[in-house]
């Protein structure tokens, strides 16, 4: 089936380590995307991708890094910079039209 | 701060009975489109709507689009219970770029009651 793939779907991190959230699409689109949601809130951009080898900072971008070196994946790393990491992560994709695809998303706990 | 804000935040409604979401935006946009958001679960693309359109029907929803007033509202006709999700809207700017960004409300908590 065609869609969006993300993993884990929980994952716990101790504090001062790096963390990778896997999300893979195969709907063939060029954009991706990653947003942050909190409790009660809308979504935040971190970071977007239009091309491979090509991404940009979105409106929350300290502490992430993310990478596109294949056109079906964009991981984004959680890095211990990013001080109140605990979130839900949604990745998306997109088509020209601007409608995005979503993937059932990841849950990040510090503990 | 968000560029588009829904009202109310929270909205419960027997089933059956119609339900009515707003949206507000304070830029100029290319579209504005609505997703909706089981708990727990990614966001579902609902319906898009242009700039330079008005109105538009998709099964038991209706969205409408007043850009003079920079606002559009989402009704669902005949509840059910099933509609019972966070609804978002987003709004896409006018943008040279490939991607349009789009930037989401804190969205509608929608209880329908059996």
């Known amino acids: 089936d065609g869609g969006i793939t993300q993993s884990p779907k929980y994952l716990f991190r101790k504090e001062g380590q790096n963390v990778t959230l896997s999300c893979e699409q195969n709907?063939?689109?060029?954009?991706m995307y990653w947003y942050r949601q909190d409790p009660g809130q809308g979504l935040r951009l971190i970071y977007y991708?239009?091309?491979?080898?090509?991404?940009q900072k979105g409106d929350i971008a300290e502490g992430y890094s993310v990478s596109r070196e294949k056109k079906e994946s964009f991981p984004l790393t959680v890095t211990s910079a990013q001080k109140n990491p605990t979130a839900f992560y949604l990745c998306?994709?997109?088509?020209?039209?601007?409608?995005?695809?979503f993937g059932e998303g990841s849950r990040l706990t510090v503990l | 701060s968000q560029q588009g804000e829904e009202d109310p935040q929270a909205l419960s409604i027997q089933e059956g009975e119609n339900a009515t979401m707003n949206c507000s935006y304070k830029?100029?946009?290319?579209?504005l489109q609505w997703y909706r958001q089981n708990s727990g679960r990614g966001l579902v693309h609902l319906i898009l709507?242009?700039?330079?359109?008005r109105e538009k029907h998709s099964g038991r929803l209706r969205v409408t689009l007043d850009t003079s007033k920079k606002s559009s509202s989402l009704l669902i006709t005949a509840s059910r219970a099933a509609d019972t999700a966070s609804y978002f809207c987003?709004?896409?700017?006018?943008?040279?770029?490939?991607?349009?960004?789009?930037?989401f409300g804190s969205g509608t908590q929608l209880t329908v009651l059996p």
């Open positions: 998306a994709s997109g088509t020209g039209s601007g409608e995005l695809f």
């Open positions: 709907l063939n689109h060029d954009a």
């Open positions: 991708s239009q091309i491979v080898n090509d991404f």
């Open positions: 830029t100029s946009i290319n579209n």
């Open positions: 709507i242009r700039s330079n359109e």
């Open positions: 987003a709004t896409a700017l006018i943008s040279s770029g490939s991607a349009r960004q789009l930037t």
